[in-house]
């Protein structure tokens, strides 16, 4: 076991192994449980760092041991450029919900066991994005779905939690099981668990290939929130305690699109993924549509938010499902771009509760002379998701959009584009209504903890540099695209 | 060199003073004023000496986005001829900042310098990214300035808000065009792809014209793409003007220049939209005239001028096209310029030289005199639409006329014939005026398109072989006499019997509801009434469908819960678990009473258990003893 393979392990190991440490001992070291866990995220952030010279070198780090090996299944990490953005982003997201939980959660006897979860949850996303067989990859998979349920459910912050978690927990877990019946299929047909040796199986059996597909799409639908999947989406992220909703909307979002890059569309050639071109165009229309309208018409601004993010899925899925160039590439950059612009959103609105301890829209305004800073990071991020030039999103889009008209459906790119402008109505009436608009009944500020605005600010400047310089992060992702839908780029 | 990089100097001197502006907060108002005139006489003469001295248009290109390749800027010398006019209108504007009482911010000085740099950038761009971009900066600019009125918040906020949807309907349909043009071309750069887009599919052709017309719309501030126009009410004037009458229409003719040859190639949608645009005006006219908007006659004689350009651009003589985007913009400004120095001042005060004024609205009716005419000779617009130009001309026409007889109408202790005396020397004065400005246009329009197309362009050539053209005209002025007596000056009779007239057609209409009931207090108010649309469809969903959505599935959950407990329970019951249990236990406890040996086999048995699953957790090779499938 060389150096390497240690480093692969301890990326998600480091957090494991510290979950369970916080959960056995947190309650003795008391206020000291956040600070092990910041260390952590950036200890792990800083062992994912290692691999970046071995990639661009052509290497592909990997570690496996036997673990079943009569029924073939093996214990086997990978990291290559298809996982690379999206540890990226979880890795990225972890450290800056943790930089904002440091204030936001009390430190009380239950707070250790707060950042043990979030450590889990963490793991559980490096792990699926990391892992390279799928019951390795379904155990990660469900490890994510236990640690946020169990942070939603007791860190929730109203008396539905409840029901929101358990609507949560039934609805991804039916997705979830969707995609256990796919691996099931693949398993069976092909005797083994690896993914380099799923798409020789697939393809060896073509007849599955419809059926295998769809579920696949399903199942990473879920948890993707495209309509009409999304229904747990909303309630979730609004009922989450604020770190754990930025991990859900920035990074978790981002699993369902990693698994549709990782298994149908890796496995399948562009002619055999092509049957799927077509409805994932129209879902990801119609979540872009939907989310945006439905953005427009709530007054819970945490909710308006959440919906904002079935919206922005329709652009990732639509991307994908043109199977271009341009699409992939596009929605994977979306996928970062997204992730940080989501999450400062969701810093904004945190930072905006905080304050006001108001969360409906019609409550709030004027805000922008009470609290300047705020009025800039909330601008520049709802410019961001707009689309303005120089701001993360845009570069994207850009490439989403031109995508769709280098396929037959012209008339669906054209809606896809004059759609966004609902994104514009409902970022606008957000903005305008809380920061510019006056209020006729006077309320007072509160003041913010330094780690909610540091978190927010950090994000702001993320948000900028990632606009002004795609050149680095684009040369990362597109390298991707020998990986998928056959090479034939 | 020096000459190449004093183009770039355009670009960057105008960013510069913007950025002082924004950070130091420049609050002395001379320095306010001096400072953005020095930078627009510096671009003046840096757009002078790259036209003049420059062998060959000078280029750059650099690289950003990776996806959309290289991005360049072309200085040539079309465009530098727009910047030059750009320039010295810039100059004007700044220096009326000081007359009037409502103050611009620094901030608002910056942003107004930031337009100018990305309006120039957007002009020699020759890549359709980067050409974006320097147009979302332009909006953006816009936007900043109105956001920083010292005007109450909500009403601020709700012009931001509709100039914002507004340039963002523009900014989409052009990225429609442009990816269309792109999926055919596969690239960006603007010349090769309005090069290789007539070799499109006809109904591809129509999309991307029809698009790139929307821009134009917008930028022209036609009906009904113009409620920004409407939203800059609480600028500046000279920031106003500047926005709304120089430079986004500039952008937009230029625009419209470049999109002429798709035009030329679908002329059954360039018809299309000319009389779409002169549905526009007479639907401004009549609403302006029928509601008691304030709607200023001279808004629209600038809107009709613009229209003018339109049917040009269909005739496929870019050159000729070019010329009188040149006069357009001369006659543009000096219009805006001289009601911008005086707007504050009565309509016809003392202090206002009515000569001026009034040659100023003649020298540019004279403009759309002579492009109706270039249309008609062309014989391109079918009659009737070439008759309803005319009529709309002649009752804009008779309307600037008549303001001067209503103006000397007012003047007190004159007789009857004094006072049309006077109004008729005025008028000749006016006219004459108006001429002269004309002529020297057209001899400054001649010596441009000599030095930048290479062929000296006489627009008043067109009189030779006229006179067909002229009878049109004549034609035109029947209908517009007859029409502008009930329509300028009984605008409420007809409006009543009009309203008698459509009042069935309304009862019956289904919008009516949301005239009545939405949140639309303004028919004719578009933006309202779709906005109203879409928010009531919209609720409509979020109420039945979204709302409580947990309550609903965690009720739903439940039914399904209750039902599977209360018909499965019988047989999983806890009872059932209990007997089973206590079946085995009591068995077992038989089988011990029967010999004591029993009880320890017992133990042995779940000794063996725990051995067998601590061996399979440990040590997986124990699965080798069962052959696997």
Not at chain 1, 33 to 40: E, H, M, Q, T
Request: aromatic share 14%; charged share 10%.
């Amino acid at each position: 076991m060389n150096t390497q393979n240690i480093i692969m392990v301890s990326v998600i190991l480091v957090k494991l192994l510290s979950s369970g440490f916080l959960l056995l001992f947190g309650k003795s070291i008391g206020r000291f449980a956040k600070w092990i866990s910041l260390l952590v995220s950036f200890s792990s952030f800083g062992l994912f760092l290692v691999f970046i010279p071995a990639l661009q070198n052509g290497e592909i780090p990997s570690v496996v041991f036997d673990y079943l090996p009569t029924m073939g299944i093996q214990f086997s990490l990978k990291i290559d450029w298809l996982a690379f953005p999206f540890l990226l982003t979880e890795e990225l997201v972890t450290i800056f919900a943790i930089v904002y939980a440091l204030d936001y959660v009390k430190t009380d006897d239950r707070s250790h066991t707060f950042y043990a979860l979030l450590l889990m949850f963490s793991a559980g996303m490096s792990g699926t994005t990391l892992a390279n067989d799928i019951f390795l990859f379904y155990f990660f998979w469900e490890l994510m779905l236990i640690a946020s349920s169990i942070l939603v459910l007791n860190w929730g912050e109203s008396e539905k939690r409840n029901g929101v978690t358990l609507k949560y927990f039934i609805i991804t877990h039916l997705g979830s099981l969707l995609v256990l019946v796919a691996f099931i299929m693949i398993y069976t047909q092909t005797g083994v668990d690896n993914f380099s040796a799923i798409k020789a199986g697939l393809q060896a059996n073509p007849e599955q290939i419809p059926l295998i597909g769809s579920l696949f799409l399903l199942g990473f639908g879920v948890k993707m929130a495209v309509v009409p999947f999304h229904i747990w989406l909303p309630d979730t992220h609004s009922e989450a305690p604020m770190p754990v909703t930025i991990m859900l909307a920035a990074a978790m979002l981002s699993m369902g699109t990693y698994g549709i890059l990782r298994f149908p569309m890796s496995s399948l050639s562009a002619m055999q993924f092509s049957m799927f071109a077509l409805p994932m165009m129209i879902v990801g229309v119609v979540s872009e549509i939907y989310g945006a309208s439905m953005a427009l018409v709530e007054k819970d601004i945490k909710r308006i938010i959440a919906y904002s993010s079935v919206s922005q899925m329709g652009y990732i899925l639509y991307g994908l499902g043109t199977q271009t160039y341009s699409g992939i590439v596009g929605a994977t950059l979306h996928v970062i771009y997204h992730a940080i612009v989501k999450a400062l959103l969701f810093c904004c609105v945190g930072w905006i509760i905080k304050a006001t301890g108001k969360r409906d829209i019609q409550a709030l305004g004027g805000m922008h002379k009470k609290d300047p800073l705020l009025t800039v990071c909330m601008v520049l991020g709802g410019l961001s998701i707009m689309g303005v030039p120089a701001l993360a999103i845009f570069n994207s889009e850009w490439m989403i959009f031109s995508s769709g008209f280098q396929t037959p459906y012209t008339g669906l790119a054209m809606l896809e584009i004059l759609g966004s402008i609902l994104t514009t109505a409902y970022i606008l009436r957000f903005i305008g209504k809380i920061f510019f608009t006056s209020q006729d009944e006077e309320f007072s500020i509160q003041k913010v903890p330094f780690s909610i605005k540091l978190a927010t600010v950090s994000l702001t400047i993320l948000t900028i540099t990632a606009g002004l310089f795609p050149k680095p992060l684009f040369n990362y992702v597109v390298n991707e695209l020998p990986l998928i839908l056959g090479g034939q780029w | 060199m020096m000459i190449d990089s004093s183009s770039l100097l355009l670009i960057i001197f105008p960013i510069l003073l913007g950025c002082v502006f924004f950070f130091f907060q420049i609050s002395r108002r001379k320095t306010r004023k001096l400072l953005p005139a020095l930078i627009s006489i510096l671009c003046f003469y840096s757009t002078v000496i790259t036209i003049f001295f420059s062998k060959a248009p000078f280029s750059t290109t650099f690289s950003w986005h990776p996806a959309a390749g290289n991005m360049g800027m072309t200085f040539e010398r079309s465009p530098l001829v727009l910047i030059i006019l750009i320039s010295i209108a810039l100059f004007f504007v700044v220096l009326h900042d000081h007359r009037h009482p409502q103050v611009s911010s620094s901030i608002q000085i910056s942003l107004m310098l930031f337009s100018y740099a990305f309006a120039l950038t957007a002009l020699v761009a020759d890549h359709f990214m980067l050409r974006f971009v320097a147009l979302e900066f332009v909006g953006l600019c816009v936007v900043g300035s109105v956001l920083d009125s010292p005007h109450n918040g909500t009403s601020n906020w709700n012009n931001v808000r509709n100039i914002l949807l507004n340039f963002k309907f523009g900014d989409l349909c052009f990225l429609v065009a442009i990816f269309l043009m792109q999926a055919n071309s596969g690239t960006f750069n603007i010349n090769q792809n309005l090069e290789l887009a007539a070799e499109l599919s006809q109904p591809n052709q129509a999309i991307i014209t029809s698009c790139l017309l929307a821009v134009v719309w917008v930028k022209l501030s036609i009906w009904p793409l113009d409620w920004w126009v409407k939203a800059l009410s609480s600028l500046p004037s000279f920031l106003r003007t500047w926005y709304a009458d120089l430079l986004l229409p500039v952008l937009g003719v230029y625009l419209l220049y470049r999109t002429s040859p798709l035009l030329n190639a679908n002329t059954n949608l360039a018809t299309f939209f000319v009389i779409l645009a002169l549905s526009a005006v007479l639907i401004k006219l009549l609403v302006s005239k029928f509601n008691n908007r304030s709607l200023p006659h001279q808004q629209l004689i600038q809107i009709f001028s613009s229209i003018c350009l339109i049917p040009l651009a269909a005739l496929g003589m870019q050159s000729l096209l070019w010329a009188f985007v040149i006069f357009w913009f001369i006659a543009r400004t000096a219009f805006s310029i001289y009601t911008l120095r005086h707007e504050h001042s009565p309509p016809f005060s003392p202090a206002r030289p009515a000569s001026l004024y009034f040659a100023s609205l003649f020298f540019l009716h004279a403009f759309s005199f002579l492009a109706l005419l270039h249309t008609t000779h062309s014989n391109f617009l079918p009659n009737l639409v070439l008759i309803a130009l005319w009529i709309i001309w002649w009752l804009l026409s008779i309307q600037s006329l008549n303001q001067i007889f209503v103006k000397e109408r007012n003047l007190a202790g004159e007789t009857f014939l004094e006072k049309n005396k006077k109004a008729l020397e005025l008028t000749t004065a006016s006219l004459l005026l108006a001429l002269v400005a004309a002529c020297i246009t057209v001899l400054v329009v001649y010596l441009l398109s000599l030095y930048t197309k290479g062929k000296g362009i006489w627009i008043t050539a067109i009189f030779i072989d006229s006179s067909s053209s002229l009878t049109s005209a004549a034609y035109g002025l029947i209908p517009a006499l007859s029409l502008y007596y009930p329509l300028f000056h009984h605008a409420e009779k007809v409006r009543n019997y009009l309203g008698r007239l459509v009042r069935p057609i309304r009862v019956k209409n289904p919008l009516v509801w949301f005239f009545r009931n939405g949140q639309i207090k303004d028919p004719l108010n578009q933006f309202s009434w779709l906005s109203s649309l879409f928010m009531s469809a919209a609720s409509f969903l979020y109420k039945t469908i979204e709302q409580n959505s947990v309550d609903k599935i965690v009720s739903i959950f439940q039914k399904i819960f209750s039902f599977l407990f209360n018909q499965i329970e019988k047989l999983i019951s806890k009872e059932l678990w209990e007997n089973t249990l206590k079946t085995i236990v009591d068995s077992s406890r038989k089988l011990q009473a029967l010999h004591p040996g029993f009880l320890r086999l017992n133990q042995f048995w779940f000794l063996l258990f725990i051995i067998i699953l601590v061996l399979v957790i440990f040590n997986q090779s124990i699965f080798y003893i069962f052959p696997s499938g």
